[in-house]
């Protein structure tokens, strides 16, 4: 199934572009994303091999979004998403798809590289997850988001 990839540029350095995805989460995150909806209480990624990307909602609900599978400093962060076709968790990291955000020196900013792939690994309804995720409400509108914060 192909992949869904995307590129831009940001005008900040490097270092911040990373640290802003990966500890600002909960700042950018479009809530129509998340299962709270516009109560999360936080929406974080556990910056490490092994750390998870969580959200925690209202009276402690928590709900696991993914796993870190590899994370290279201001460089690189891949995930496995373990959010199915129906939005609910994959606790399964096989039956999940991989995120893949690589980040660059580019003059006096950064450009960003976006990567979702393997959707065929969520089985039944994969290819209109892909269809969805690959629209302008999908990861264009969650990217537009931070790209507007990481300018703002």
């Keep these: 199934m192909e992949k869904i ?11 911040k572009a990373f640290q802003k995805f990966l500890n600002e989460l909960n700042a950018w995150w479009s809530k129509e994303y998340t ?6 209480k936080e929406i974080r990624i556990d910056g490490q091999k092994g750390g998870l990307c969580t ?15 590899e994370l290279e400093e201001n460089e690189r962060i891949k ?18 798809s991989d995120i893949e955000i ?7 900013g950064t ?10 690994n969520h089985g039944k309804g994969a290819a209109e997850y892909r269809e969805m995720m690959a ?8 990217l537009g988001a931070y ?3 990481c300018e703002k």
Aim: hydrophobic share 30%.
């Design 79 to 96: 995930l496995k998403w373990q959010i199915s076709p129906t939005r609910e968790p994959v606790p399964n990291p096989e039956k999940a």
């Design 111 to 120: 450009k960003v590289y976006f990567e979702h792939r393997d959707f065929e």
């Design 35 to 40: 299962w709270s909806q516009d109560k999360p």
């Design 135 to 142: 629209s302008a409400q999908g990861w264009d509108y969650i």
């Design 102 to 108: 690589v980040f660059s020196e580019n003059g006096d």
């Design 147 to 149: 790209k507007k914060y």
């Design 55 to 69: 959200e925690i909602g209202p009276n402690g609900f928590r709900r696991d979004w993914g796993r870190v599978t």
């Design 5 to 15: 990839d995307r590129e831009f540029n940001l005008g900040i350095a490097r270092e």
